[in-house]
């Protein structure tokens, strides 16, 4: 698997996210990190079956993203924005934002994974995200031992949700005491 975020860059046109998530459950393996970048992104009012937009500010990028949909397979469309319409609309978002350091992690597989370490009143929250080609690619993916549960189908751990939550969402169900 190639950096999703590159070829994300390359083909804005509307697609398909496809990924798995997971809480982290263990350290990332040392010298596996690629890069690391600060995220801030904000979520415009909008509640129309799974739909999503939000505005992001990654590293030098400004970008406008919707989403439609749940779980493992997304549609998405991606496309940098004028900082002043980012400006304008960030304002909105106030009631609907996170923060984040992203890190690019190699994993042993050849994909590459994204672990994102919250801020603010999600401190304390990891989790780590890996985008794949196709939906048979992901189910075929058997994550590392430092992944904990996967909460891809798990509402609750949608950024979108986080954004509009209280904090930490609180484990529930098979395996929640254990992080896997």
């Known amino acids: 698997m190639g950096d999703p975020e590159a070829a ?33 992104q904000g979520y415009l009012p909008l509640d129309v079956d799974g739909a999503e937009v939000r505005v992001r500010r990654r590293g030098g990028q400004i970008l406008m993203t919707v989403k439609g949909g749940t779980g493992l397979v997304r549609t998405e469309c991606e496309e940098p924005i004028p900082p002043a319409l980012f400006d304008a609309l960030w304002p909105l978002t106030e009631a609907a934002r996170i ?6 992690v190699a994993l042993e ?21 890996v985008e794949f080609e196709t939906a048979e690619a992901a189910h075929a993916f058997r994550a590392p ?29 098979p395996g929640a005491d254990d992080g896997s």
């Open 8 to 40: 994300r860059q390359e083909d804005t046109s509307m697609g398909e996210e496809i990924e798995r998530r997971f809480l982290v459950a263990g350290e990332v393996p040392d010298g596996s990190t690629r890069r690391t970048e600060r995220i801030e």
């Open 99 to 104: 923060a984040k350091e992203r890190r690019t």
């Open 145 to 173: 031992s430092w992944f904990g549960r996967e909460v891809t189908d798990d509402a609750r751990y949608q950024n979108r949700s986080l954004a509009r939550g209280e904090g930490v969402p609180q484990p529930s169900g």
């Open 109 to 129: 597989g050849g994909e590459t994974a994204e672990v994102d370490d919250f801020g603010g009143r999600l401190a304390g929250l990891a989790m780590v995200e």
